[in-house]
């Protein structure tokens, strides 16, 4: 089965901090991905990542930046966290399939900002 | 640009009964279409997607959907709900783009189980 984990299931920081959520595969899939989902909202893709120090930005990715210097591990980073960066934040992983593609997701990461 | 409605925020059912969840889709060309159920606390899990042939799809835990071109719909379909099926379900259409698809998820619905 394909594994997805996130470094923390509930994450609690403080205005301005620097934060970093954590995330690993381990079935040697190309892509990876970081959204977050807000009730209401759905799901909104931060960033993508097709190849290890590639990545590419989505819907939302003010106030985030990525990481990705081994393919198994895709880091989020939110430079100086804010109160409205509060949310869930969710990782996947798929594998190129033209299109087809199965996304694998991790548990989530509930961070607060406070 | 793509794009999913999921006109229903909240689904409230019996135990027992049959399920639609419904899934509108904006998309040019022949969508790539997906199903993906959250479970309270977990992440998302594929339960079925379509993306050629037959347009009746069949998926995992005894769920169906549809694919009707002529109405842009991908139905979310299940005869008999139990209460383990009480969840979060996102309907996505998915955009080829060099090998790699970029996902567009609906809002969601939340299925609500009574016994």
């Known amino acids: 089965d394909v594994k997805v984990t996130q470094s923390s299931r509930y994450l609690v920081k403080r205005t301005g901090e620097k934060v970093f959520l954590e995330c690993v595969q381990d079935m040697d899939h190309e892509n990876m991905f970081w959204y977050r989902q807000d009730p209401g909202l759905g799901l909104r893709l931060i960033y993508f990542?097709?190849?290890?120090?590639?990545?590419e930005k989505g819907d939302i990715p003010e106030g985030y930046s990525v990481s990705r210097e081994k393919k198994e591990r895709f880091s989020l980073i939110l430079e100086s966290a804010s109160t409205n960066q509060t949310s869930m934040y969710l990782c996947?992983?798929?594998?190129?399939?033209?299109?087809?593609?199965?996304?694998?997701f991790g548990p989530g990461t509930r961070l607060t900002v406070l | 640009a793509q794009s999913v409605t999921q006109p229903d925020i909240h689904i409230t059912v019996s135990e027992g009964a049959s399920l639609e969840l419904r899934c509108n889709y904006s998309?040019?060309?022949?969508?790539?279409l997906f199903w993906y159920v959250q479970s309270p606390g977990q992440g998302l899990q594929l339960l079925l997607k379509?993306?050629?042939?037959?347009?009746l799809v069949q998926g995992i835990k005894g769920f169906e959907a549809e694919f009707k071109r002529s109405q842009s719909s991908f139905n979310l379909r299940k005869p008999s709900v139990h209460w383990s099926d009480a969840a979060e379900y996102f309907c996505a259409v998915g955009e080829g783009s060099g090998g790699s698809y970029i996902p567009t998820f609906g809002r969601g619905t939340s299925l609500i189980v009574h016994p």
């Open positions: 998309y040019g060309a022949t969508p790539y």
């Open positions: 990542s097709y190849d290890v120090k590639m990545k």
């Open positions: 379509y993306f050629s042939g037959d347009t």
């Open positions: 996947a992983s798929s594998l190129p399939q033209g299109g087809t593609d199965t996304q694998y």
